[in-house]
């Protein structure tokens, strides 16, 4: 399985990205599929994960702002970031893998795509 992630970028604080991830080669089903992240100092967080049928889990720190979404015929994850904070400024990796929410146990890595967030 090869993930490509793409739509990072310079953003200014309050303003809104949409990062995407397509997956290619044996991807099975039912997977989860997410997005992790890492800040300069920081260790790895999961931000978003997102499953087959659609549910979804959120970090706490991104509730009501981040939006993951997947087109599963075309096996594509989505983020829409809205009212991004310098705090959002991070690596962003898009992963697949099983499991739900806190259960979820990523198998394949994307490359990352740098976000960052000006105040």
């Known amino acids: 399985v090869q993930l490509q992630a793409s739509g990072g970028g310079l953003v200014e604080a309050g303003g809104s990205l949409t990062l995407s991830c397509a997956a290619s080669?044996?991807?099975?089903?039912?997977?989860?599929m997410g997005w992790y992240r890492q800040a300069p100092g920081e260790q790895r967080e999961l931000v978003a994960s997102i499953s087959s049928g659609g549910t979804t889990n959120y970090v706490d720190s991104v509730k009501d702002r981040f939006t993951a979404s997947r087109d599963n015929a075309k096996n594509t994850l989505y983020l829409q970031m809205h009212s991004l904070k310098p705090e959002d400024t991070a690596v962003y990796y898009c992963n697949l893998g099983r499991g739900v929410g806190a259960y979820y146990v990523p198998n394949y890595w994307g490359q990352g795509t740098q976000v960052t967030v000006s105040s």
């Open positions: 080669g044996n991807v099975f089903t039912p997977s989860t």
